[in-house]
């Protein structure tokens, strides 16, 4: 298993500090090893007595992983993750409150209330295909039309039990039902039409760049940067659409863990990640979206600014979405998860 392997390597990491006098900085991140491994050698730089070890796991893996280690915290900073998944943290009380110095710099809808977790990236989530066998006419435009029936089979996606990206994407969906009927059926319904079409859900993103590269499934649904990064960095024939309906614009947080045994630290590394100067060089580097609106945008890359006139945010309600997130996750899981092959 992914976690498996990924605490093995954090033990021999640690092992092998052991003669190491620096303070230890533990993260826990999705945003991978790329851009994690970049920041950590900047902060290193202007924080010589810090050293930074992070662990990259799914969003919903570190959720659970906190809420299992609440009582000795193991981690000092969360980094990333949808705002759906930190105002979970925030209402089982796994947070530290931490107001930053940008904080006036984010809209009300990129930070909590509390000040327990603000936002650092915005996340659009796409309809992406491999363009060396769909064409951008035949490409699904909005995400009724991944359903056609001629994508039977052909479908990929991201296990969402422990992905935070697919449970805002599927979680979005089940708002729209509750918001247009009060019910949540027709999501459902929608899930299961989704699981028809679906080849496989692989268990973490490589496997499904991996699949989607060598055509044993020609569409999924994920985050815009990853899939942007595929194509732009990577050369993976790889394209994406924004939904034309709309598309969950996610808030990727970041919080400091209540009891945290390195607080003073994870405060220097959450300010050094988010200043302007890390914002745009994780804009450049690594296709991310800045959060925070004093930057210029002018000062983003261009496919960043196309972007934001393209994307239309679908109206999602966070509420609804952390009330409910976890049993509609359980009922796709029992009643909807690879049900379709069956049809």
Request: charged fraction near 25%.
């Amino acid at each position: 298993m992914r976690w498996i392997a990924t605490m093995v390597l954090a033990c021999l990491a640690f092992s092998s500090c052991s003669s190491d006098k620096r303070t230890v900085l533990t993260v826990y991140s999705p945003h991978g090893k790329e851009l994690l491994q970049f920041l950590e050698t900047g902060f290193e730089k202007v924080n010589p007595t810090i050293d930074v070890q992070w662990i990259d796991m799914g969003s919903q893996e570190v959720l659970e992983r906190i809420r299992a280690e609440s009582v000795n915290s193991q981690a000092d900073v969360w980094f990333g993750a949808p705002a759906e998944a930190f105002d979970r943290a925030t209402k089982e009380k796994l947070l530290q409150p931490y107001k930053p110095t940008w904080a006036a710099a984010v809209d009300a809808e990129g930070r909590e209330e509390g000040n327990h977790w603000y936002g650092t990236y915005l996340t659009p989530e796409v309809i992406a295909y491999n363009s060396d066998v769909v064409t951008a006419a035949e490409a699904p435009k909005d995400w009724d039309e991944v359903l056609d029936p001629k994508w039977k089979g052909k479908v990929l996606i991201r296990d969402p039990i422990a992905s935070g990206t697919m449970r805002a994407i599927f979680g979005a969906i089940m708002a729209r039902s509750m918001a247009q009927t009060g019910k949540p059926d027709a999501g459902y319904e929608w899930l299961r039409r989704l699981d028809v079409n679906t080849r496989e859900y692989v268990l973490n993103p490589t496997i499904l760049y991996q699949k989607l590269g060598r055509q044993e499934g020609v569409i999924t649904l994920w985050d815009m940067p990853d899939i942007a990064t595929l194509e732009q960095r990577f050369k993976i024939p790889v394209k994406y659409v924004i939904p034309s309906s709309g598309t969950p614009l996610l808030v990727d947080g970041i919080a400091i863990v209540r009891g945290s045994k390195h607080p003073a630290e994870a405060k220097l590394y959450y300010e050094y990640v988010t200043t302007p100067e890390a914002m745009l060089a994780a804009a450049d580097k690594f296709l991310r979206i800045p959060a925070r609106k004093d930057i210029p945008a002018d000062k983003l890359p261009g496919w960043i600014q196309a972007a934001q006139k393209e994307i239309k945010p679908m109206p999602v309600d966070r509420a609804v979405m952390a009330a409910h997130l976890d049993e509609w996750m359980k009922y796709w899981d029992a009643n909807i998860r690879n049900r379709g092959s069956k049809q």
